[in-house]
Nanobody
Framework: QVQLVESGGGLVQAGGSLRLSCAASGRTFSSYAMGWFRQAPGKERDVVAAISRSGGSTYYADSVKGRFTISRDNAKNTVYLQMNSLKPEDTAVYYC?????????????????WGQGTQVTVSS
């Protein structure tokens, strides 16, 4: 069982930056690949970025490549999402998720545990 708690969301102007954190409970954090997803009003939940359990492999959605960076600190049981050059279209609730296994996945149904989400709002 893994519990995930996101933090770091907020209101920022276009072009600004935010850093999301997701703290995981339990002693097996390093056994899980992690992902960040987002859901805007009226839209589906889509993958933003994902990272393997070792941190050696990452995935980014085309819409965030070059602007967002996913990382993890297994000693701190935490995964991060650094978001730079934010755009109004990045506005959404951001969720972190954990899946058992080594490899990244872009499919939400492959993730076993989810956080409660944190709101990110980018004003123009």
């Amino acid at each position: 069982q893994v519990q995930l708690v996101e933090s770091g969301g907020g209101l920022v102007q276009a072009g600004g930056s935010l850093r999301l954190s997701c703290a995981a409970s339990g002693r097996t954090f390093s056994s899980y690949a992690m992902g960040w997803f987002r859901q805007a009003p009226g839209k589906e939940r889509d993958v933003v970025a994902a990272i393997s359990r070792s941190g050696g492999s990452t995935y980014y959605a085309d819409s965030v490549k070059g602007r967002f960076t996913i990382s993890r600190d297994n000693a701190k049981n935490t995964v991060y999402l650094q978001m730079n050059s934010l755009k109004p279209e990045d506005t959404a609730v951001y969720y972190c998720a954990a899946r058992g296994g080594a490899y990244v996945s872009t499919e939400s149904y492959r993730y076993d545990y989810w956080g409660q989400g944190t709101q990110v709002t980018v004003s123009s």
